[in-house]
């Protein structure tokens, strides 16, 4: 048996009992043979106290001290969670970022991994140890300074040291059993999905689904590392994130394990977190849209859904609409009203109160009635489509906000995701 | 102006609040044209309640990852003062012991320090910076594993920085105004002390004084660097230690400074954490007491005073006493009572109902009248003496717990040390 990473989050070691809990779970993987490097963050809310003690003595907490200051926390919890092995007769020892060889660019509170060079991990664990390495940080190449990681950063840790390590499999703890169809609170049926693609989590991940972040996932694609997401809480197999289904493509067990064949659907996202500009009475002309969203970036504001319509003959102007995190939207409406006498637009409509659903699936490339059921079936739960946009495996409309519970209940059923239903992996349609 | 080291300990910076009262004094002396590096503890209980929750989690908590949790506590405070320094307008940058080039040895939470190689520090200061530095930890020279310097290391590590940065002076900030001719608790008429001697400072430390440990005067004596004890409350000016007075031994300022010149007598210390021991009826010949006190030394206990009276002459037997510290004092009579029939002693008496007063001052090697006068003081004070031992510049005695008190303020008082007195300097006595 070779090598595995476990990441452990917040949650799981929020206190000495959920750090016990996980030192018996970690100890239980090196009894069962295997080599053992575990990526832990910080406990529970020791983040948000850190930060909010760096707000009471500096009003602007950024930059290289304020990574020194966050990345305590993890010093804390790694060395607690260490503690707890040896106690339980196993031999740890914890290391820091920088001591795991997480080699980071300078952008402090965001920083990119620029390489992992874990020679002491891979040491650490051949002498028999388990190994207890700080998510979230790592140490810049150039200046040698502390560095965070930012959102999502400890995923990433566990991911890229997994790849180094050339491990067997990244398995991310969390306080869920897994990747669903849907959100299990909007969706009482939905399932938990055993087996998903790389391409269909990063579109899942970008349309709404919090379990993992699109950056770690993007980099368990590009380094080919199978990451299972399971739950600090049970036993339960989780959710397989990899390119082909754990014993191949089509692989059936016969064993009395679950098919990991990839169902036409992966699940049905969602996000209520976005808001919606509309750039009314365009002219539609070339270099009109560049001109909007060079705008846009010059504020760098992240953008999601662009669309345009085509413009009515009469005027010749058309409507430019895309959606962006609701807490940029004071920020671009300033920088496009400023911009309004050279784009030349007649006005803007700013709505905030929109939802975005999104279907996502590789199956969908060649099975062209996917559209057409999904819009079926919001037009039978009497959802509105506002905006739509889609891509090789993903469908995404924007309605109101107060319709998406509904919306993404009615397309769960419509494509045979629900739990009670035999159809999710048979589904076929005629004509998208 | 050149180089200062500040050091604060972790009452300074407890809160926010303290954070900021600090960080306005080091830009002070940013201001005055310093080039200014700053060792900082830990805030306030933030070592305690790590201590906790490792006993939380685990029975035995000590080891390697212990220093990786400690030395979290330093991380955020040191995070936190570099952005109130910043936010006050100056440039700062926080370092670990292991970034400032704190080389230790590989004894994990009592570390010593084998090199200090303060690069990075030296640059960070001649960009502009003020350097904040991690107190009470270092990095192995052998492992790279982090290591803390146990009690006492944030003064040794701001010592042997300022040693090796050749500062001017290592500043130690508290929340005291300096060293005082006795515990101003204790004595309302202690006077703080201007200027005292290594020697003697060795002496006070070793002798129950609080204020610097005797860790940290050695290493000052070692590399000669003059240390200035101060509150970091108020800008009184403290108490100097150094070989020679500033401004030259004997040298008198008559600028209305006060004189720096040594007293015949620096203080009166006192010490009620040690219990007596007493092996009776040893064998009055070679080799006994080195056997006893190869017993104490192999149950790793520190031993302080040893007293051995003559021996009887009819019995050929003989008591021999020492004082340790009290939570040693079961370890230390059941090592014995277990070598009783090798050593071959009559029976142990133990007493923790004891006090240890003593006297310091380079001046009574020179003044035989020093110890006459104190035994009368402590006569006078109806004081029963139970020990004796002395040194070149120190006599201790050890008493009753309860005569404490009144036998410090009678030495205090017979030396002339009291505040209204003008003995102190001119005091000369005759046959000690």
Same mark, same amino acid.
């Given at each position: 048996?070779?090598?595995?990473?476990?990441?452990?989050?917040?949650?799981?070691?929020?206190?000495?009992?959920?750090?016990?809990?996980?030192?018996?779970?970690?100890?239980?993987?090196?009894?069962?043979?295997?080599?053992?490097?575990?990526?832990?963050?910080?406990?529970?809310?020791?983040?948000?106290?850190?930060?909010?003690?760096?707000?009471?003595?500096?009003?602007?907490?950024?930059?290289?001290?304020?990574?020194?200051?966050?990345?305590?926390?993890?010093?804390?919890?790694?060395?607690?969670?260490?503690?707890?092995?040896?106690?339980?007769?196993?031999?740890?020892?914890?290391?820091?970022?920088?001591?795991?060889?997480?080699?980071?660019?300078?952008?402090?509170?965001?920083?990119?991994?620029?390489?992992?060079?874990?020679?002491?991990?891979?040491?650490?664990?051949?002498?028999?140890?388990?190994?207890?390495?700080?998510?979230?940080?790592?140490?810049?190449?150039?200046?040698?300074?502390?560095?965070?990681?930012?959102?999502?950063?400890?995923?990433?840790?566990?991911?890229?040291?997994?790849?180094?390590?050339?491990?067997?499999?990244?398995?991310?703890?969390?306080?869920?059993?897994?990747?669903?169809?849907?959100?299990?609170?909007?969706?009482?049926?939905?399932?938990?999905?055993?087996?998903?693609?790389?391409?269909?989590?990063?579109?899942?991940?970008?349309?709404?689904?919090?379990?993992?972040?699109?950056?770690?996932?993007?980099?368990?694609?590009?380094?080919?590392?199978?990451?299972?997401?399971?739950?600090?809480?049970?036993?339960?197999?989780?959710?397989?994130?990899?390119?082909?289904?754990?014993?191949?493509?089509?692989?059936?067990?016969?064993?009395?394990?679950?098919?990991?064949?990839?169902?036409?659907?992966?699940?049905?996202?969602?996000?209520?977190?976005?808001?919606?500009?509309?750039?009314? *009475?365009?002219?539609?002309? +070339? %270099?009109?849209? &560049?001109?909007? !969203?060079?705008?846009?970036? $010059?504020?760098?504001? #992240? @953008?999601?859904?662009?669309?345009?319509?085509?413009?009515?003959?009469?005027?010749?102007?058309?409507?430019?609409?895309?959606?962006?995190?609701?807490?940029?939207?004071?920020?671009?409406?300033?920088?496009?009203?400023?911009?309004?006498?050279?784009?030349?637009?007649?006005?803007?409509?700013?709505?905030?109160?929109?939802?975005?659903?999104?279907?996502?699936?590789? *199956?969908?490339?060649?099975? +062209? %009635?996917?559209? &057409?059921?999904? !819009?079926?079936?919001?037009? $039978?739960?009497?959802? #509105? @489509?506002?905006?739509?946009?889609?891509?090789?495996?993903?469908?995404?409309?924007?309605?109101?906000?107060?319709?998406?519970?509904?919306?993404?209940?009615?397309?769960?059923?419509?494509?045979?995701?629900?739990?009670?239903?035999?159809?999710?992996?048979?589904?076929?349609?005629?004509?998208?």
């Amino acid at each position: 048996m070779g090598l595995v990473v476990q990441k452990y989050g917040g949650s799981s070691v929020a206190d000495a009992e959920g750090i016990k809990r996980v030192a018996k779970r970690i100890v239980e993987a090196k009894k069962n043979g295997h080599q053992v490097v575990v990526v832990v963050s910080a406990m529970g809310d020791t983040t948000d106290e850190l930060i909010d003690l760096a707000g009471e003595v500096s009003p602007v907490a950024s930059g290289r001290e304020f990574d020194m200051l966050l990345t305590a926390g993890e010093r804390i919890s790694m060395a607690l969670l260490a503690m707890a092995i040896k106690s339980l007769g196993h031999e740890a020892q914890s290391f820091t970022g920088s001591q795991a060889g997480l080699i980071t660019d300078s952008v402090h509170n965001k920083a990119r991994i620029l390489d992992v060079t874990p020679g002491r991990i891979q040491s650490s664990v051949d002498e028999g140890n388990i190994a207890i390495v700080a998510g979230f940080q790592g140490v810049s190449q150039e200046s040698k300074d502390i560095t965070t990681l930012g959102r999502g950063g400890s995923d990433t840790t566990a991911v890229a040291l997994a790849a180094a390590l050339d491990a067997e499999v990244c398995e991310i703890y969390t306080d869920v059993d897994g990747v669903f169809t849907a959100d299990p609170r909007v969706v009482k049926k939905a399932r938990k999905i055993d087996w998903i693609s790389f391409e269909d989590m990063l579109e899942l991940a970008s349309s709404g689904s919090k379990v993992l972040l699109h950056r770690c996932v993007e980099y368990a694609r590009r380094y080919n590392m199978p990451i299972h997401v399971r739950s600090s809480f049970s036993g339960m197999r989780g959710t397989w994130v990899s390119s082909e289904p754990p014993g191949g493509r089509g692989g059936q067990s016969g064993q009395g394990e679950q098919s990991m064949e990839q169902a036409l659907i992966s699940g049905v996202a969602h996000d209520a977190s976005e808001a919606k500009v509309t750039v009314v *009475g365009v002219p539609d002309k +070339p %270099g009109e849209a &560049a001109m909007i !969203f060079r705008v846009i970036a $010059n504020s760098e504001i #992240n @953008i999601d859904m662009v669309v345009q319509n085509v413009s009515a003959a009469t005027t010749g102007l058309t409507d430019i609409s895309f959606t962006l995190p609701k807490t940029e939207g004071r920020k671009a409406i300033g920088a496009l009203e400023k911009a309004q006498g050279e784009i030349g637009f007649d006005s803007l409509r700013y709505d905030d109160q929109v939802a975005k659903i999104s279907l996502v699936g590789a *199956g969908m490339k060649t099975n +062209p %009635g996917v559209t &057409a059921t999904f !819009f079926e079936a919001l037009s $039978n739960a009497d959802v #509105n @489509i506002e905006l739509i946009s889609t891509s090789e495996i993903r469908i995404s409309v924007v309605t109101r906000e107060d319709d998406v519970n509904e919306a993404v209940r009615a397309v769960h059923t419509a494509f045979g995701l629900d739990s009670d239903s035999d159809e999710a992996v048979v589904y076929g349609g005629t004509g998208r």
